[in-house]
Nanobody
Framework: VQLQASGGGLVQAGGSLRLSCAAS????????MGWYRQAPGNERELVAT???????TYAGSVKGRFTISRGAAKNTVYLQMNSLKPEDTAVYYCKMTEPVFGSFVWGQGTLVTVSS
């Protein structure tokens, strides 16, 4: 399975971006998908996850501002990011996990830069 992330860019504080992650190849079914981010000098951290059934979880720092969702074909996941803050600046990565055995794959990152 391959994951292709897109949608990053430069935005002013208070602005919005939508990240997309498209899966292709031998897609795990079912699968959980998530977004993680890594700022310079920091460890990678969880941002949001969504199960195959649509259950979502969010990091406290983004709750109420970010929304994770799946596309109709279930092989795409989105991260709608509103009210962006400079501290949201990071490389954002998507991840697909097979929920029974824990196999997972990372996509390449997409850089989000929020200017103050």
């Amino acid at each position: 399975v391959q994951l292709q992330a897109s949608g990053g860019g430069l935005v002013q504080a208070g602005g919005s971006l939508r990240l997309s992650c498209a899966a292709s190849g031998s897609i795990f079914s079912p699968n959980n998908m998530g977004w993680y981010r890594q700022a310079p000098g920091n460890e990678r951290e969880l941002v949001a996850t969504i199960t195959s059934g649509g259950t979502t979880t969010y990091a406290g720092s983004v709750k109420g501002r970010f929304t994770i969702s799946r596309g109709a074909a279930k092989n795409t996941v989105y991260l709608q990011m509103n009210s962006l803050k400079p501290e949201d600046t990071a490389v954002y990565y998507c991840k697909m996990t097979e929920p029974v055995f824990g196999s997972f794959v990372w996509g390449q990152g997409t850089l989000v830069t929020v200017s103050s």
